[in-house]
T-cell receptor, first 116, second 112 residues
């Protein structure tokens, strides 16, 4: 099956620092990757759509200057939370859309970000 | 507007009893439908998906779901619940190459 990894799985940082989260499709190419955010005991909300070689498309209300997304290759997308604050603490989950066929999206295991 | 509604926030079922989790969707195009399960602090695990064809879909762990276009529903069922099924369940809808829209989730508790 298709595997998507995320690194790190858990990160704790101080307020004001930046944190980079990587999302990799390990055994397939992903033209499109999606970044979701999940607050405790809530559902997943789409933050942005990341297409290889082009700028990400952000959902309304998501600050593109705060959540920098780079999709440099067909297997890697990164999310950088810049100048993180406690309210950015959340569970960040990526998914990768495998090329061709149906909407075969595969989710990463998620990254728990805690900002102190 | 595109949306997914899971009417039940929390359900408690006795171990060994049957389970049905409801999901209704609103989607402008041909819907692809999914059920995911999430344990506390964990990622999502895909239980089953519907793209086309037979409207009764079998998934992992003994789960099944039935797509009813006329009712815009995709309810999840299991004939006999096990204590290990206690978790958060999310229904989601999407289209080809698009992000998924998730419902708010249903928390399943299993009593002995």
């Amino acid at each position: 099956g298709a595997v998507v990894s995320q690194h790190p799985s858990r990160v704790i940082c101080k307020s004001g620092t930046s944190v980079k989260i990587e999302c990799r499709s390990l055994d397939f190419q992903a033209t499109t990757m999606f970044w979701y955010r999940q607050f405790p005991k809530q559902s997943l909300m789409l933050m942005a759509t990341s297409n290889e070689g082009s700028k990400a498309t952000y959902e309304q209300g998501v600050e593109k200057d705060k959540f920098l997304i780079n999709h440099a290759s067909l297997t890697l997308s990164t999310l950088t939370v810049t100048s993180a604050h406690p309210e950015d603490s959340s569970f960040y989950i990526c998914s990768a859309d495998r090329r061709g066929g149906y909407n075969e999206q595969f989710f990463g295991p998620g990254t728990r970000l805690t900002v102190l | 507007a595109q949306s997914v509604t899971q009417p039940d926030i929390h359900i408690t079922v006795s171990e060994g009893a049957s389970l049905e989790l409801r999901c209704n969707y609103s989607y402008g195009a041909t819907p692809y439908l999914f059920w995911y399960v999430q344990s506390p602090g964990q990622g999502l695990q895909l239980l089953l998906k519907y793209f086309s064809g037979d409207t009764l879909v079998q998934g992992i762990k003994g789960f099944e779901a039935e797509f009813k276009r006329s009712q815009s529903s995709f309810n999840l069922r299991k004939p006999s619940v096990h204590w290990s099924d206690a978790a958060e369940y999310f229904c989601a809808v999407g289209g080809a190459g698009t992000a998924l829209i998730f419902g708010k989730g249903t928390t399943l508790s299993v009593s002995s």
